[in-house]
């Protein structure tokens, strides 16, 4: 760990492995907030934790095999994944409602009149969503162009898409920092999180971000390895354009951005780079720019947008009430102020008020409410996004809608993978804290980025959705650690074995 403090890697991952522990405690066994079946939870960790390693063993043992059909199997595994999503995307097809339809029919208005028609008084109000209709305006622009016209059919297989970028975005990512073996387990772990499957004909800002996430981490991979400064620019160029595009999206995507320039202090390499920190700086904050001038110039009024506007601060505020979910009297509470300026200044007071009234011990039970909320539920809220006005009623919704014959099996199944993960994430943490290997450096991203959004979520408003663009990342810090924990694991099997072995021979010399 050369350039690195050791002991600052170190304290990192322990404290890392302590907040996700409690956590994990939380949501597992006392879940007061989604009130899941704590045996069943148990049984199914369990049973992932049972088949993961044996769908690792395999892995390992036709390693050989992996690496010489490597891109033939990826395509097939890829194909395969692509399918089924896209087969659920079609069967659980809904009519978008809310701030869904918002994104969505403001798209097709904004395609094929220019402007946002009925929905321009929403984007005023909500413009930080004008990234995704402009994303998904322009998908319907070039899919015009051979002749599809068919939006709805044309955002679900953008989903899959999107999604599909991510978990392969992350294969190539524990491809590059670990092992084929790894990133093979990260294809098993990434095919098994079923809301990933349920989620596809959700178009929001949620999935549409979900590929820029890892996007941006691989990038920054590439950079390290560049050889010469052209290529270190030409990459950190892209990075800035893919970072930027998420962010616009879903401003959660710059975390992964923190999150590198953190790993680049860390290690010491920010003189080596500094001149790709200047360029994709210098990109990002410009196609940022650029596209507020456009939302101002060509499809918002900035003077209503100043009346109407719901500020940043108004989430803060409302993340701070409760159990940290939306609720409609902090709405009407910003809403009493005629201008964003004036929320703003409301939203802060209160937000001062609020934590007076908490104290320090107040609010850490309040946050622990609050965490369970934003992370106690392992299908990310796809029941509350596809339960409204399904297109094709099939027998596939009594899996994936409340209610449903197998909805209970479905629920506590993807809590148990979720949960799953949470365990896999901090053992490897607590792991590369105590043996200090050189390979732990190489998982500090991934591990900044989940602390990233954990920290984020204590501040914002709480809701399980908002980890699932994420997902991708939490699937990479378990794919990473998995490798060593298995072969702890072996280590301590092996030392049982010896020791029954041991033992039953003392007793056959006893007799």
Not at 202 to 212: A, G, R
């Amino acid at each position: 760990m050369r350039n690195l403090p050791s002991l600052l890697l170190t304290g990192f991952y322990y404290l890392f492995g302590l907040i996700f522990l409690w956590l994990f405690l939380s949501i597992t066994f006392n879940n007061q907030t989604y009130q899941f079946k704590t045996l069943y939870i148990v049984l199914y960790v369990i049973g992932w934790l049972f088949v993961t390693g044996y769908v690792y063993k395999a892995i390992k043992h036709a390693e050989h095999f992996l690496q010489i059909h490597e891109r033939k199997i990826v395509s097939l595994w890829m194909l395969v994944l692509f399918s089924a999503q896209l087969f659920c995307g079609y069967w659980l097809a809904v009519a978008t409602g809310w701030d869904t339809e918002a994104v969505f029919r403001g798209a097709i208005i904004l395609k094929e009149q220019g402007n946002l028609g009925g929905y321009s008084e929403y984007f005023h109000i909500f413009p930080h969503n004008l990234g995704a209709a402009s994303a998904l305006q322009l998908v319907f622009t070039i899919c015009s162009i051979p002749g599809f016209q068919d939006y709805h059919w044309i955002a679900t297989v953008y989903n899959v898409i999107s999604i599909n970028l991510g978990i392969f975005f992350v294969y190539l990512i524990c491809r590059e920092l670990k092992s084929i073996k790894a990133a093979f387990l990260s294809l098993w772990l990434s095919s098994c999180c079923i809301p990933l499957y349920f989620y596809t004909p959700i178009f929001y800002s949620d999935t549409l971000s979900l590929p820029f996430v890892m996007m941006t981490y691989y990038l920054y991979l590439q950079i390290l390895k560049s050889e010469n400064t052209k290529q270190q620019l030409t990459r950190a160029a892209v990075l800035a354009v893919a970072c930027a595009i998420g962010t616009l999206i879903k401003f959660t995507v710059i975390i992964v951005a923190i999150a590198v320039l953190m790993d680049l202090v860390l290690r010491g390499n920010l003189k080596k780079y500094w001149l790709a920190v200047i360029v994709a700086g210098g990109i990002f904050y410009a196609l940022l720019s650029g596209f507020n001038y456009y939302r101002y110039n060509h499809l918002l009024d900035k003077n209503l947008s100043e009346q109407k506007q719901v500020p940043y601060t108004h989430w803060v505020m409302m993340g701070l009430s409760g159990n940290g979910a939306y609720n409609g009297s902090d709405y009407e509470y910003t809403y009493t102020f005629s201008t964003r300026e004036a929320r703003t200044q409301a939203n802060i007071e209160r937000i001062g008020q609020r934590l007076k009234e908490y104290g320090v011990g107040g609010y850490l039970e309040f946050l622990h409410r609050k965490q369970q909320l934003s992370f106690g539920s392992g299908i990310y809220g796809v029941n509350e996004m596809i339960d409204d006005n399904p297109l094709r009623p099939n027998s596939l919704h009594q899996v994936a809608i409340e209610g449903g014959k197998y909805y209970e099996t479905f629920k506590h199944m993807a809590h148990g993978y979720h949960i799953f993960l949470f365990l896999l994430i901090i053992l490897s943490a607590v792991y590369d804290a105590a043996a200090k290997t050189r390979g732990s450096i190489n998982k500090l991203v991934v591990r900044l980025s989940i602390t990233g959004i954990f920290i984020f979520l204590a501040l914002w408003e709480a809701n399980s959705r908002y980890i699932l663009n994420f997902i991708p990342m939490f699937i990479a810090c378990a794919a990473l650690g998995f490798p060593e924990l298995y072969r702890v694991a072996g280590i301590i099997k092996n030392s049982l074995q010896q020791h029954i072995r041991e033992t039953r021979n003392s007793d056959i010399q006893l007799t």
